[in-house]
């Protein structure tokens, strides 16, 4: 199942049913199931709160995904600042749901074993990133 909160902000306006078959196909072309995942859109004072207790990071992010996968079955809470997805849209002219979407599917592609910190782990993210995005229906 997949959850959609707030923390102090705004739901955004997404189409949570047809995201949430998006993210589940996602998943299974990465040979995985979709368990419980929540996503919990917040703020950037939010965001920076959680980062710093949780990984000890003095710093503002766009997602911070907790990873509670087991075996093929993809778990996790991850957090979104969309003050910080707002920002990037505007830093790298992208339409603002189009960068929430990117996103989106980030923490879904980490749960599923896309990693992006080692060496040439971010182009391999950004290419599935860009694939998952591709099969998002246009009519979102």
């Known amino acids: ?33 979709v368990g419980e995942v929540a996503y919990i859109f917040c703020d950037d004072a939010r965001i920076l709160e959680v980062n710093r207790q949780y990984l000890k990071h003095d710093y503002y992010t766009d997602i911070i995904t907790f990873d509670y996968t087991e075996g093929d079955v993809i778990s996790g809470d991850i957090f979104i600042s969309l003050d910080t997805v707002r920002s990037n849209a505007e830093k790298f002219h992208t339409d603002p749901a189009q960068e929430l979407r990117r996103v989106i599917i980030h923490g879904i592609l980490h749960l599923c074993g896309i990693n992006d910190k080692g060496p040439g782990e971010r182009a391999i993210m950004e290419q599935h990133e860009n694939e998952a995005l591709r099969l998002f229906p246009s009519t979102l």
């Open 1 to 33: 199942m997949i959850t959609y909160n707030t923390e102090n902000v705004a739901m955004p306006k997404i189409r949570r049913r047809d995201t949430s078959s998006w993210i589940k196909s996602v998943a299974e072309r990465h040979g995985r199931r």
